[in-house]
């Protein structure tokens, strides 16, 4: 059974920076899986925020937070990150981690296609 944890979402002022992480488990990873963050604010869907590959060094993001988010891994960790800078209130939402198996073919952004979720973890970003 896969499990993703998230951690490291908080208040932060606009302008300022979080790293979430996210911790998966229940089996072996591989570049054959996909990882996404997901995000949700109060009232919206939840929406795609960027998707990688374990191992493997391309990432895909939103238009929203291109330039000033980063996803990284750490496979012997079994981690995913995202790095957030320049955080707006706009951003503030519940952030989630999910995977998926893809052993091939572009970074879905889709959340239907993903398997596994965590339980996310909440960001505030006030202004």
């Known amino acids: 059974q896969v499990q993703l944890v998230e951690s490291g979402g908080g208040l932060v002022q606009a302008g300022g920076s979080l790293r979430l992480s996210c911790v998966a488990s229940?089996?072996?990873?591989?570049?054959?899986?996909?990882m996404g963050w997901f995000r949700q604010a109060p009232g919206k869907e939840r929406e795609f925020v960027s998707a990688?590959?374990?191992?493997?060094?391309?990432?895909s993001y939103a238009v929203s937070v291109k330039g000033r988010f980063t996803t990284s891994s750490d496979y012997a960790k079994n981690t995913i990150y995202l790095q957030m800078n320049s955080l707006q209130p706009e951003d503030t939402a519940d952030y989630y981690c999910?995977?998926?198996?893809?052993?091939?073919?572009?970074?879905?952004?889709?959340?239907?296609?993903?398997?596994?979720w965590g339980q996310g973890t909440q960001v505030t970003v006030s202004s």
């Open positions: 990688t590959r374990w191992n493997v060094d391309t990432t």
């Open positions: 999910a995977a998926r198996w893809s052993p091939s073919g572009p970074h879905s952004r889709n959340t239907k296609e993903y398997n596994y």
């Open positions: 229940g089996r072996t990873f591989s570049s054959n899986y996909q």
